[in-house]
């Protein structure tokens, strides 16, 4: 299948009775999973106060871009990441 067109792989699967269109998002571009940045409200007990702080979690993207987007997208996660681990050293 390497090689061939996107309308040879949607008709070869029309054939089969698959609408390629009609398959969920993640099934014809896949699922990304990377970190993500949030904030957090908390509480500060010595100074008394409401803080916000910035944490980590695992992100499960099911809803990828395509194309030209998808490249941008993977460019800005790695960025991110060089500017974290320049942060850490």
Do not use: C
Not at 33 to 61: Q, S
């Amino acid at each position: 299948m390497s090689g061939k067109s996107r309308a040879f792989k949607a008709e070869l699967l029309l054939q089969r009775g698959i609408q390629f269109e009609a398959v969920p998002r993640w099934q014809r571009y896949g699922t990304g999973i990377y970190w993500e940045e949030f904030e957090k409200v908390g509480y500060d007990p010595h100074r008394n106060l409401e803080t916000i702080t910035t944490r980590h979690r695992v992100k499960i993207d099911e809803d990828l871009l395509a194309k030209d987007e998808y490249g941008a997208f993977i460019g800005h996660l790695l960025a991110a990441q060089a500017v974290d681990v320049q942060l850490s050293k």
